[in-house]
């Protein structure tokens, strides 16, 4: 922490050098941010060649930008889209050189004529002081305009492509968040956390303090006081059913050296700037390495998992009257669902179970995005890692906001560790599902419909031959 304190001071240091080697307005003038003074600025920084003038540029135009309002925000993006893309004289130029020689050279004068300004300029933005802060802050300001205006598709792509160098894993750091972790730290993973919301100081103290319980977090060197991502991880005998077993306040904490499992319960990404960029699959696997050294005993890693999309999949298929996957009868139990105090009661919830869980391993095995992939995103997170679709948990969270996005349905993923790299080869190049076989016998108690698709017919019959082979 000390020497990147070091290095912020002397980044902010050559920073305030290079302002007054640049003739800029007086301050009380450049309160007012516009377009046509970002623009003039963003084509100096593109030119200049000193270091402390480019740093004080970047800084000025990182702070005018967070002067502006929604619409005039828009308008920059807008700005980086159609003016700072690609030289369109020099491309064209490359490409008939490309055409005519199709040497290395050509190539090479091909690539760099491709590249937009926008992104030159995105990475001397990035010289300012706690530059990448502001970059990704004016990434998620992007993510959000991109919804309405798709022309912007580029320039996100251009941010996504740098962040993915920016915050390659080999720059990341891992530390261990406990309740010794500084206080301001503390506060962001109660803000952060996605998965299990974190009710006060006293729930955050049973989910670090305890000797049974593990968290970790990425961070990057120049955002050191806030995590990218972190994971919390209960260590337990056994794999669990419900997340009450988990964070249940009167659970029964055990010795560290007497567990056999570790459970990943929640993994949060913390910073929406980033999004797309993948921290996960590096995290699991560095968590489980460091936990492996420190208890050797462990040999179960394995997540209790939310499905978010399930329950609005369940829906359609509920109103859909040609559904290849629920029966009349089937639709009859699953009415309850409707009542949001379904589970309150015994009657009828064996009913819901029997109906309900087929469906789940119809939609986890089958469902697919109109781009070939997994619906449930949390599944496309950790198949695409290795794991192991392994059970189904039937009523495992109980909380409004389980109940309403999946029923209260969870899912455990077990990282086999002589597995991962087959199962994610599997799914990768041939999008295969690796299930345990009680999930596959849950699917083959589904009778395909007469007008399903061939490919989910023939999918249904190779689910059975291999439960009966």
Known sequence: MTGTSFFSDMVQTITERGRKLLSFAPRAERTQASLTSLEKLCDMLLSSRGEASGM????????????LNDGQQRDFMLLLAGKFGPDSDKLDKAIDTYRAERSAKAVLELHEAAEP?????????????NGISTLVRMRERLLELKIDTPDLEAVDADFAHLFTSWFNRGFLILRPIDWSTPAHILEKIIRYEAVHEIGDWDELRRRLAPGDRRCFAFFHPQLADDPLIFVEVALTKTIPETISDVLGEKRAPIQAQDARTAVFYSISNCQAGLRGISFGNFLIKQVVEDLRRDLPKLDTFVTLSPAPAFAGWLGRERRNEDSDVLTAEDKAALAVLDDPDWAGGTAGTADVKAALLPAAAWYFLRARTPDGRPVDPVARFHLGNGARLERLDFLADRSSRAMRQAHGLMVNYLYKLDDIETNHEAFAQRGEIVAAPAIRK???SIKPNRSAPAAERAGNAADSKELSS
């Open 442 to 444: 849950l699917l083959r």
């Open 117 to 129: 300004r926008r992104q030159e300029l995105i990475r001397r933005l990035n010289l300012a002081p």
């Open 56 to 67: 004080a540029l970047a800084a000025e135009i990182l702070q005018q930008w967070s002067r």
